[in-house]
């Protein structure tokens, strides 16, 4: 059996605030690794029927970034969950979801930049 790893490493300041990620894989074809201003990891544990989950993100992380990571993340655990259920229902809703927190950002973001 084929066994592959995932290594992600926060640097962090003196406040303990991520400062700086990196990230590889041992199955990538990346030579060293990769920088990212933040991460979601989320693992669902079947004993206690539980989500765990870290999130983490550098100062360097705009607000309209973020922005966008969510709406992405969201569009992707719905494409994910489309694909294990065949829920295209719940699937559209979930994505009908996404896309109306991304409008509500931009339309946040608009008065914000007028104000």
């Known amino acids: 059996m084929a066994t592959s790893t995932i290594q992600i490493d926060v640097e962090l300041d003196e406040q303990k605030v991520p400062s700086n990620i990196q990230w590889q894989a041992s199955d990538g074809s990346m030579e060293r690794p990769l920088q990212a201003k933040a991460f979601i990891l989320s693992l669902w544990d079947g004993a206690d029927k ?6 983490l993100w550098t100062q ?3 607000v309209d970034e973020m922005a966008d ?3 992405q993340t969201m569009m992707t ?3 994910t969950f489309e694909r294990a259920t065949r829920m295209t229902e719940l699937t559209s809703g979930m994505k009908a979801a996404a896309q109306q927190f991304y409008q509500k950002f931009q339309e946040l973001q608009m008065k914000e930049n007028k104000a």
């Open 50 to 55: 539980s989500a765990l989950r870290i999130d």
């Open 60 to 62: 360097k992380m705009m």
């Open 69 to 71: 990571f969510y709406f």
């Open 77 to 79: 655990m719905a494409d």
